[in-house]
DNA sequence: CCTATTATTTACTGTCGTGTCAGTAATCGT
DNA sequence: ACGATTACTGACACGACAGTAAATAATAGG
């Protein structure tokens, strides 16, 4: 009857927090927002249900904006670093589509978490504000490649409609009915065509 | 105590149907489809949860299967009629972006409720069959818009990709940030000089 | 008018997910 | 060594929702 004897494995806070936020971030990936319950995660993690409300106070949304943050934060960097290259805009262009891809590849789930979940009905507002905040960090970063003689709310509009391009073309390759290198090149050509239009 | 005795209202089963379907519509528009519970549509409809199980055996995944059937119809009706115009391309594409924000403007929740769920993880069978089928009918529809030299794969991303571009414009008319004119006519525009570049 | 049919409801069961409370075990300071 | 603090847990109340069985009222056919 040895019982193993519940050894109870109490880490650090901030410890604990990062590995709640690391397995948050599979399961809601894997299972979607809406379907996934905080009882699994709790059971993933070897943790306890009450744990979790007492690290992410208002439970299931409070964790999925940290595990949104996270993911964005990854996404922003790689980008940022893409645009940085010393390159005329066509290049930039590429630069950006190819990366893009490229982490989609690496975080499939990731990427639908993100941008696939119908946000904006009767969630609650924390995550309304994440969202807008994802929405603006995307234009800014995409904003700069258009022409930039055209109106702001042309701008806007490409910038924005560029972004779903982006998505559509991603979720193609994430099908596997285009390979990656045919998806990067359509999807960078059409973009450049079509920002070249806003000024004419 | 003169009740009013619950005079039942016994419909002919067709037009019960119709009437749970146009119900469903109205709910799972506002509330999304995770959000909403059959009892809600049962009260809408002043007819028991019983019913609706009864003329869709299958509950909460069919009737929305019936609702995305109904709206997707209508605007294909729509889209068709707008291609079916003896312009040249140019024009088709405009004639085609402004029927669908026009439509959008019109039916802003049901559009939601066709492209912004996250259709394909954990749901029903029923309901991804549905959404291929919807997918399959937009690239149709507009591929026939680009230049028709390019090989199959860079169709089929770049067809997607205009979609996505689309929905993303669409998305930002809704929420009123741009007016109409301007994404129908930016939208137009990115997508000409997009499809443009296909061939070189 | 009466019976067979069927459209419809009431009332219920089981499941699952959130959120909480009272308690238990590990660690730290002294 | 031994309290005091703090990380952590088991069990449960509560509500919402999917789904079902059996009864009931309306209609159609004779």
Known sequence: MAQT???????????????????????????????????????????????????FPDGRPELLVAVMDDVLTELMAETRAALAVPFGVNRKIEGLVDTFMSFLERNPDAFRL????????????IIRRAVEAQVQLATELISPL?????????????????????????????????????????????????????GS
């Open 114 to 125: 993100l941008f696939r979940e119908p946000w904006g009905s009767g969630e609650p507002r």
């Open 5 to 55: 004897a519940e050894t109870r494995v109490r880490m650090a806070p901030e410890a604990r927090k990062t590995l709640i936020r690391t397995v948050a971030r599979e399961v809601f990936a894997e299972r979607g927002y809406a379907a996934t319950g905080l009882a699994e995660i709790a059971e993933r993690g070897q943790v306890s249900k009450t744990l979790l409300y007492h690290y």
């Open 146 to 198: 258009a022409s930039s003689g055209a109106p702001g709310p042309v701008l806007l509009a490409a910038t924005s409609g560029t972004v779903g391009l982006l998505l559509a073309t991603a979720e193609l390759l994430l099908a596997g009915q285009v390979d990656r290198e045919v998806t990067v090149a359509t999807a960078s050509r059409y973009i450049i065509g079509g920002l070249a239009q806003l």
